[in-house]
């Protein structure tokens, strides 16, 4: 039995560029665009319209910043993975749409190379930032380290937890057992008082410690 196509809604306020990624996705069989919108409220409605897999978002649609509403705009369809395509390269719009719940970033000019696997990826569960941003963020320093209390292993598991690690991985690149990283995790989660995954990846972002490696002296 056939799998279903990947179901993408298109969000961005210039048809051309609508049309565009459109044919990038269309092209290929496993994904299929099921709606598109030119404004916030109209991605929101085709959210609860179609509930697709992935939505794919410009930060700026009519002068209005799409990262203020992130919230609501998961809440209109909360199983949707949301990928930014943008022309914004500064590293603090990624940092604010991870942090926002987003779970892919990229530029528009690497859309033709770059677009397909991010939809995949981000429909599988996983997150992509695009190469070149993602060395950006992991080159800026962390603000404290180990940072609010943590140990450096504790620090270590929370970053590659943010980086998208399994406790698997994370046992095998850091030589522990499955049980200690699960440990590790849970004294990381009761010192920051944070529960889910997403809350993890929020405040990684947010301290500069996701990807870079940890200051010396």
């Known amino acids: 039995m056939a799998q279903a196509p990947i179901s993408v809604v ?3 306020d210039h048809a051309v560029v609508r049309s565009g990624l459109r044919m990038i996705l269309e092209a290929e069989s496993d994904l299929e665009t099921v709606g ?14 179609y509930k697709p897999a992935v939505l794919v978002l410009d930060i700026n649609m009519g002068g209005i910043s799409s990262l203020d509403h992130l919230e609501a705009i998961r809440d209109a369809s909360p199983q949707t993975g949301i990928v930014v395509l943008t022309m914004q390269s500064e590293t603090g719009y990624a940092r604010d749409a991870l942090r926002g719940g987003a779970r892919g970033y990229l530029l528009k000019d690497a859309a033709d190379t770059e677009l397909v696997e991010a939809v995949r990826a981000v429909a599988g569960g996983d997150r992509y930032v695009q190469p070149s941003i ?23 598991v929370l970053r590659m937890i943010a980086l998208g690690h399994t406790n698997k991985e994370i046992g095998e690149a850091l030589y522990l057992s499955v049980r200690t990283v ?34 010396t002296g």
């Open 10 to 12: 298109l969000a961005d």
């Open 36 to 49: 598109e919108a030119e404004s916030v409220e109209e991605a929101i409605r085709k959210l609860k319209a």
């Open 182 to 215: 699960e440990s590790h995790r849970a004294h990381v989660q009761q010192k920051l008082r944070l529960q889910t995954r997403a809350e993890l990846v929020g405040y990684a972002l947010d301290q500069g410690i996701v990807g870079g490696e940890a200051p």
């Open 134 to 156: 993602g060395a950006r963020l992991a080159s800026e320093p962390p603000k404290q380290w180990p940072p609010d209390g943590l140990s450096e292993r504790e620090a270590e």
